[in-house]
């Protein structure tokens, strides 16, 4: 437990720490206990301080589901959960954090679909769920105003279950960069309108069952 008010910066990364997470935390702003042995589930962060901006549990044992209390921590730009053990789906209130930047929720057992709010959100930059068991269309479609523009940089769906073809909405994410899409079951065609990601970079969708661009 860490009652310390005047504490913002705690970071034990690279440690052999284990237990289960604090279930106090002060009043830290920024927190990295990536690689460690940490193990248990992520309930504990419902009694976290809502301060936080960045959390790094990466590379731990922790098990469980995903928390929905993530939505009290209005402040989170970055949060990094890969490389553990967590199941379930992803709640869809992660795409609705007034100021994330970053997700990166990789090499885990992640299932279900994957929120359209995530691709929707307004201040989402990196999006990282590969390796997981993901299934589903890609929601790249829909609930997108036509006026607005995503701030997307980097989509990484690979080496999921992802099923469908990659729709034309992708044309939405003018700042789009990196869009690695490869093991998974996509079907179809490469959009035309991918063209229109002005600042795109590198595109995967090696072993996905897609043919070339445009129509048949």
């Known amino acids: 437990r860490i009652s310390s008010t005047s504490l913002k910066y705690l970071n034990l990364s690279f440690n052999t720490l284990s237990g289960e997470l604090p279930k106090k935390l002060g009043s830290c702003s920024i927190v990295d206990l990536s690689h460690n042995n940490f193990n248990g589930d992520l309930a504990v962060l419902s009694y976290w301080t809502d301060m936080l901006e960045i959390l790094d549990l990466s590379s731990n044992k922790l098990t469980g589901q995903l928390t929905e209390d993530i ?21 869809s209130n992660y795409g609705f954090l007034p100021k994330i930047g970053s997700i990166d929720l990789s090499f885990n057992q992640l299932n279900g679909n994957i929120p359209r709010s995530l691709l929707n959100s307004s201040t989402l930059s990196y999006l990282l769920l590969s390796n997981n068991e993901l299934i589903g269309n890609i929601p790249l479609q829909g609930a997108i105003p036509t006026a607005f523009s995503p701030r997307i940089v980097t989509i990484d769906l690979s080496n999921n279950k992802l099923d469908g073809d990659i729709s034309e909405g ?8 990196d869009l690695d899409l490869s ?7 490469i959009p035309e309108s991918l063209s229109k990601c002005l600042s795109f970079r590198a595109f ?3 072993s996905s069952l897609v043919g070339g ?3 048949p």
Request: charged share 10%; aromatic share 10%; with cysteine.
């Open 71 to 91: 939505y009290m921590f209005v402040r989170l730009r970055n949060l990094n959960l890969s490389n553990n053990g967590l199941s379930g789906s992803i709640p």
């Open 204 to 206: 995967g969708v090696c």
């Open 213 to 215: 661009f445009g129509g």
């Open 170 to 177: 992708i044309s939405r994410f003018q700042m789009l960069k």
């Open 183 to 189: 093991n998974n079951h996509l079907l179809g065609h």
